[in-house]
């Protein structure tokens, strides 16, 4: 064994023990908090559907505000770091009108893939779910349940989108880390700001050149699951059309130090989404500051004939880095595919309109959205 897989083994069983001790002592010390079941909003198509959640002990988080005060958004950003898992507990889901169990794993997470009926209502893309915890009750002997929804991409849609978010939705300066950490430990989501002109822009998309059609969003990240209700929070209050958000579990794995690295998780969670939706093409949207232009080009030779154009805004300030994306650029142009590094949303709106993906009349409200977000 070399020094990495020794220090790697000798991390990742520190964290078992810790977290064995934890569990054990917190088991005692948290009788009196309530049991709270986060859900991901599942995805995926009328063959398939991926419901993802985590079980802990804790309140729900207080409703943010534009008034929240610096130690306000400093204990919000604790809670939500330091959350108390619950592992091996079974967990109810109710779909369709069916019902499945799963068991949450030592971080509190669980998963499950179900297969919806035939008869799913056309036409429609939210569908509600349950979570239950058969086997626990409340500190007040309630039972613990949470209502959600799942998406499903109509059978009517022209196509999806999948879109990065950090510097691509909400400017997080990712490239700083140090402007990152103070953005994401002492903002809230009243407090960030998103790239001008996102919200009509993505509306247009959803919507399609015909405005009457639902084509699905579908954003992925490498921040980590802690952060989810954050962003629900923020693409709510900036107008940005709701879809599921798939962040990352940042935890220890006996492989690696990471459970999935930046450019593994990113393009997993792409693969899925395509996976599950096989009769669509998709719009590929991201940025330059870190991988989202090598990443994509992987899912542009993995999938061809299924990404209809690929747009990366630029926030780097180096040539260098540029003339990559332009190589890469050129790669895309040979299979026939639009790959732009823009300066902002309305050019690679503009563009969309171009080729068909959004109504060239949208055009005026992305140019006026820009213009709000930019406080002209």
């Known amino acids: 064994m070399n020094w990495k897989e020794f220090l790697q083994t000798t991390a990742v069983g520190a964290e078992e023990q810790f977290d064995r001790l934890k569990n054990r002592l917190f088991g005692r010390l948290d009788a009196h908090k309530p049991y709270q079941i986060v859900y991901y909003r599942g995805f995926g198509s009328p063959t398939a559907v991926w419901v993802k959640g985590r079980v802990l002990r804790q309140r729900d988080l207080s409703t943010p505000s534009d008034n929240d005060t610096f130690w306000q958004n400093m204990l919000a950003t604790y809670q939500r770091f330091e959350s108390d898992e619950v592992p091996g507990v079974t967990v109810r889901v109710q779909a369709f009108g069916q019902t499945h169990t799963t068991v949450s794993d030592e971080e509190g997470y669980f998963e499950l893939t179900i297969?919806?009926?035939?008869?799913?209502?056309?036409?429609?893309?939210?569908?509600?779910?349950?979570?239950?915890?058969?086997?626990?009750?409340?500190?007040?002997?309630?039972?613990?349940?949470?209502?959600?929804?799942?998406?499903?991409?109509?059978?009517?849609?022209?196509?999806?989108?999948?879109?990065?978010?950090?510097?691509?939705?909400?400017?997080?300066?990712?490239?700083?880390?140090?402007?990152?950490?103070?953005?994401?430990?002492?903002?809230?989501?009243?407090t960030r700001l998103p790239f001008a002109g996102v919200a009509a822009f993505y509306r247009a998309l959803q919507s399609g050149p015909v405005t009457t059609l639902f084509n699905p969003i579908y954003f992925v990240s490498s921040s980590p699951w802690n952060l989810y209700d954050l962003l629900v929070d923020f693409f709510r209050i900036?107008?940005?059309?709701?879809?599921?958000?798939?962040?990352?579990?940042?935890?220890?794995?006996?492989?690696?130090?990471?459970?999935?690295?930046?450019?593994?998780?990113?393009?997993?969670?792409?693969?899925?989404?395509?996976?599950?939706?096989?009769?669509?093409?998709?719009?590929?949207?991201?940025?330059?500051?870190?991988?989202?232009?090598?990443?994509?080009?992987?899912?542009?030779?993995?999938?061809?004939?299924?990404?209809?154009?690929?747009?990366?805004?630029?926030?780097?300030?180096?040539?260098?880095?540029?003339?990559?994306?332009?190589?890469l650029i050129r790669t895309a142009e040979a299979v026939k595919v639009p790959m732009l590094l823009v300066p902002d949303t309305v050019v690679a709106a503009e563009h969309a309109a171009s080729i068909g993906l959004i109504d060239p009349d949208t055009i005026p409200e992305i140019r006026a959205d820009r213009r709000a977000d930019e406080g002209e």
């Open 115 to 190: 297969n919806p009926p035939d008869d799913l209502m056309p036409g429609r893309a939210w569908f509600p779910v349950r979570y239950e915890l058969p086997d626990v009750t409340q500190p007040n002997g309630d039972a613990v349940s949470k209502d959600g929804y799942l998406m499903i991409s109509p059978t009517y849609s022209q196509f999806g989108v999948i879109s990065d978010i950090d510097d691509t939705v909400l400017v997080t300066e990712a490239t700083s880390l140090l402007q990152t950490a103070r953005l994401t430990f002492l903002g809230n989501a009243y």
């Open 238 to 327: 900036q107008g940005i059309p709701k879809g599921p958000i798939l962040l990352r579990d940042l935890g220890l794995s006996k492989t690696q130090f990471f459970k999935s690295s930046h450019h593994d998780h990113k393009l997993g969670m792409i693969r899925k989404v395509m996976d599950v939706n096989p009769q669509l093409p998709f719009v590929l949207i991201g940025d330059s500051g870190q991988q989202d232009p090598e990443i994509y080009s992987q899912v542009l030779r993995d999938n061809p004939g299924r990404i209809l154009a690929i747009y990366i805004r630029n926030v780097s300030m180096e040539d260098r880095r540029d003339a990559a994306i332009r190589e």
